[in-house]
């Protein structure tokens, strides 16, 4: 009888996204004030290094950008594609980020689910999805 542990033995949540930029004021006001992310830390406990979070609203993950993170701060801005942001009314999620000036897509039906991209200044990609099946 086997006694390694597996995956399915315990949980794991993935809590924390990597986000790479090349200006952090300006990713926050982009992130907080055009999208609705809250700002959950903005540390620099040294001059060379500085951390901030932020959290989407109602979402259990969160994303960190910062500086003098070693091969963190390393990662290409803009590289980052494709992150979901699940929403109840992507309609209402796709107005709100258009009336704060975010570029996005036009709000595509995949088959039952409705997607609609935009990017963050870097160029970094998010999607917002919603699953008409779910109610």
């Known amino acids: ?4 542990k597996s995956a ?3 949980e794991m ?4 996204v990597m986000m ?4 952090i ?7 907080r004030d055009q999208v ?3 700002l959950d830390h903005d540390v620099q406990p040294s001059e060379t290094v500085r951390v901030v979070q932020l959290t989407p609203p109602g979402s259990g993950c969160s994303i ?5 993170l070693g091969e963190i701060s390393e990662m290409v801005p803009g590289s980052i594609r494709g992150l979901h942001l699940v929403v109840k009314d992507i309609a209402v999620a796709h107005n709100a980020l258009i009336e704060n000036g975010v570029a996005i897509g036009d709000i595509l039906d995949m088959g039952g689910v409705l997607y609609a991209g935009f990017s963050d200044p870097d160029g970094n990609t998010w999607t917002f999805q919603q699953m008409l099946n779910r109610g």
Do not use: C
């Open 20 to 23: 790479p930029v090349t200006d």
């Open 13 to 16: 949540k993935l809590e924390v």
């Open 64 to 68: 960190v950008m910062g500086t003098g």
């Open 8 to 10: 399915a033995d315990f």
């Open 1 to 4: 009888m086997s006694s390694q």
């Open 25 to 31: 004021d300006r990713a926050i006001a982009f992130y």
């Open 36 to 38: 609705g992310f809250h």
